[in-house]
């Protein structure tokens, strides 16, 4: 069972943005929805901040009924990484996403040697020639030196930053796993562990990060903790979207693709731009007013 079907996941939720559970049942099922944004823009996900989540069932008849009163709601989007059985009426399928996983079934020096792509290898390498270390640090001692890196690499991105608050609640169910040169670190990744799964939930590097193979070697620390853990069988490095270079860089590490599933009662189309516009805006901001800022609109747009 994926950690984002769990109530830890909307416990951090509603910690983090005052959002509410909404949890249909049905014999045999149940489907997790939090309500975002109100008026025009309200609408149910399932489930914000994460790769999928979607219905649990055990049967088709279970799923349509699970799928027939979530439609009673309003707007419904569903991500999941399990098929639907069937397409009901009124609902729109599709696959904008992919995620990759990996099986960690052998050493990670094995993993490195025999599933890691060459060239990934090669930025490993290098990142240990210059001098750069990796470990997994506690989410409480990691995240103040994580969180300035995630801020700048994501209004980089032009894409609009959690608060530092949302980190902080992930607290007991995630890791922070960083690259340092000389001290100074450069890169991270918070990975998120649950049952027999690793998820590479947020990744950040500075540009030198980048430069020196830092950023790689988080990672090959995620996956190394994940190897060397007889719990942990899985790597899932997170959804992305297919042909663009992030996928390209999730690829290289030589997990298993699969697809995310969509279910919208609305047909989905063309990407939204206001999250760029907004970040264009804000990214001028004092940083402490942009970590409210970003809360109020994860909130309430």
């Not at 943005?17 to 049905?26: A, D, E, H, Q, R």
């Not at 890691?116 to 103040?144: C, F, P, W, Y």
């Not at 998820?199 to 996956?223: Q, R």
Request: hydrophobic share 40%.
């Amino acid at each position: 069972m994926s950690v984002f079907r769990t109530k830890k996941w909307s416990d951090v939720l509603e910690k983090s943005f005052g959002f509410k559970l909404v949890l249909i049942k049905k014999e045999g099922g149940t489907l997790p929805l939090i309500q975002q944004g109100f008026g025009s823009r309200k609408r149910f996900v399932s489930v914000p901040l994460a790769d999928y989540a979607g219905p649990t069932y055990k049967t088709d008849e279970c799923f349509a009924a699970l799928l027939a009163e979530a439609k009673n709601l309003g707007q419904v989007t569903i991500f999941t990484d399990q098929e639907p059985p069937t397409s009901p009426d009124g609902w729109h399928l599709d696959t904008p996403f992919e995620s990759y996983r990996m099986e960690t079934k052998m050493s990670y020096e094995d993993l490195k040697m025999k599933v890691i792509h060459q060239k990934t290898r090669n930025m490993l390498n290098k990142a240990e020639r210059l001098g750069v270390k990796a470990e997994k640090v506690s989410l409480e001692v990691g995240i103040d030196k994580y969180y300035p890196i995630y801020m700048k690499t994501m209004l980089r991105l032009q894409a609009l930053p959690l608060p530092k608050k949302f980190f902080k609640n992930l607290d007991g169910l995630a890791h922070v796993f960083e690259a340092r040169l000389e001290g100074k670190v450069l890169a991270g990744v918070v990975g998120i562990e649950y049952e027999d799964t690793l998820y590479v939930w947020s990744n950040a590097s500075t540009k030198k990060g980048s430069k020196t193979g830092a950023n790689n070697l988080a990672y090959a620390a995620a996956i190394r903790y994940a190897a060397e853990n007889p719990e942990l069988k899985w790597v899932d490095f997170g959804s992305t979207v297919p042909g663009t270079s992030h996928a390209f860089f999730k690829a290289r590490w030589g997990g298993e693709p699969y697809p995310i599933y969509r279910l919208s009662t609305e047909k989905a189309g063309p990407e939204s731009q206001a999250q760029k516009k907004i970040v264009n805006v804000l990214k001028y901001a004092p940083r402490p007013l942009l970590r409210l800022m970003a809360r109020l609109i994860y909130r309430y747009y």
